[in-house]
């Protein structure tokens, strides 16, 4: 046989040997799966009959701690682990948010989340899309706002009602795409541990009851991977934002005891506080340090003027942090009168919340990878989340873009 006629025949071969194999073998592009459950504290984990997310921990990696950033709220730290910036650098400085150079307040549940204005930074579906991968969201903050003209490839808006089985046999779907359709990355979304944390408390049979039903979801999606034969190319990532601290009914800071809210812009209240001059008078430092001055009389929440913010917080650089800050203690919550006489009698108990500095260890969430590029079985040191993102983008093989983080925190997670 000539050397022509075996290069051929050799030729012939390889096509018939990956036409038999099927779409997954024309490339190996890893694929990873970034799922948060939303207000997961670390010790969960270890309360909660939760057998899938254990056997994903023991083949792959868990930190102890997942370190929040500042404010420990949902939107800036989901925001933080996809961009590997702080909130005072990305602009998502908290889930209600409100500026003088933007015309409509911002809310986790306005059309505001779909005005790319608010959003800076670069998230990770931007950077696989801009490097020639497909990404897609099963819900995720950000993920309806087309960021620096980017959207998912795919995304759905967010909808509280679709049942967690829902939600992983839409991703489930995605991932059955043929080869040249089926996502290189994609986000998955569960808030039922957070809203049962905040009605029922982060002690509470309920909290670990609501665990076990996300888990139940785990499970349903490591099957669906199985089923599909994508187990050597998928690497699943499951984060929580933060953590839950127990909150009780005698816990409340009234704001209007040091000062009329008829005087003073509250932009939010709660467990982080923002507050401005009224409209047209932002900028004025003489106001701002009035209303400063007379707060700072209110116990269980420290005030900051926006330049005082303590510098380990990354919170004094956007344009779009208020002001003056409030800063409350572990449990409590800052209203007014007027809002909790407002409260239906018939609303839901408030038995946790967050939002606190996150050196609390109670603000302090979950982190747990595993698939081909992951060390097995490590157990690693509680971390900040804002280094996520480049581990994500490591695993994805993409050049992440300029973030806060740090490759070097993460490295040791990969194999």
């Not at 087309?146 to 995605?174: H, L």
């Not at 449990?331 to 007014?336: F, K, N, Q, S």
């Not at 079985?377 to 996520?388: I, Y």
Request: glycine share 8%.
């Amino acid at each position: 046989m000539t050397a022509r006629r075996l290069a051929l025949l050799i030729a012939v071969l390889a096509t018939v040997i990956a036409t038999l194999a099927g779409p997954h073998a024309q490339t190996r592009d890893p694929i990873v799966i970034l799922i948060s459950f939303d207000g997961w504290r670390w010790d969960y984990t270890d309360r909660a009959r939760v057998p899938n997310l254990k056997a994903l921990a023991a083949r792959g990696v868990r930190a102890k701690e997942l370190i929040p950033s500042f404010p420990s709220l949902t939107f800036p730290n989901h925001y933080t682990i996809v961009t590997g910036l702080y909130p005072g650098h990305h602009g998502i400085v908290s889930n209600t948010m409100a500026t003088p150079s933007m015309p409509r307040k911002f809310s986790m549940s306005s059309n505001e989340v779909r005005n790319a204005a608010w959003w800076g930074g670069e998230p990770v579906w931007a950077t696989a899309i801009r490097q020639n991968r497909r990404a897609m969201s099963m819900f995720w903050p950000g993920s309806e706002a087309a960021i620096g003209g980017t959207s998912p490839t795919r995304w759905w808006p967010f909808d509280s009602s679709v049942p967690n089985e829902e939600r992983v046999r839409r991703v489930t779907e995605w991932l059955s795409l043929p080869e040249g359709e089926r996502p290189n990355f994609v986000s998955l979304y569960f808030q039922e541990v957070d809203h049962i944390g905040h009605v029922s408390g982060p002690d509470s049979p309920e909290v670990l009851e609501a665990a076990a039903h996300l888990d139940a979801a785990l499970g349903q999606l490591v099957a669906g991977i199985d089923r599909l034969g994508l187990s050597d190319r998928v690497t699943i990532v499951v984060v929580s934002d933060h953590g839950m601290a127990r909150h009780t009914d005698d816990q409340m800071v009234f704001l209007d005891t040091a000062i009329d809210p008829a005087t003073v812009n509250v932009i939010a209240s709660g467990e982080f506080v923002q507050l401005a001059p009224p409209p047209g008078r932002e900028g004025d430092l003489s106001s701002i340090e009035a209303i400063a001055r007379v707060v700072r009389r209110l116990p269980h929440v420290t005030f900051y003027r926006r330049d005082e913010i303590p510098a380990r917080y990354h919170y004094r650089d956007h344009p779009h942090i208020a002001p003056i800050i409030g800063v409350v203690d572990e449990g409590w919550i800052v209203t007014t009168r007027e809002q909790e006489a407002r409260r239906k009698p018939d609303a839901e108990a408030r038995r946790g919340t967050h939002g606190y500095d996150p050196a609390l260890r109670s603000m302090h969430g979950l982190f747990v990878a595993a698939g081909p590029a992951v060390r097995q079985g490590l157990v690693a040191e509680p971390f900040e989340n804002v280094h996520v993102y480049d581990f994500l983008c490591a695993l994805l093989k993409l050049t992440p873009a300029t973030n806060d983080g740090d490759a070097r925190a993460t490295h040791g997670f990969l194999r």
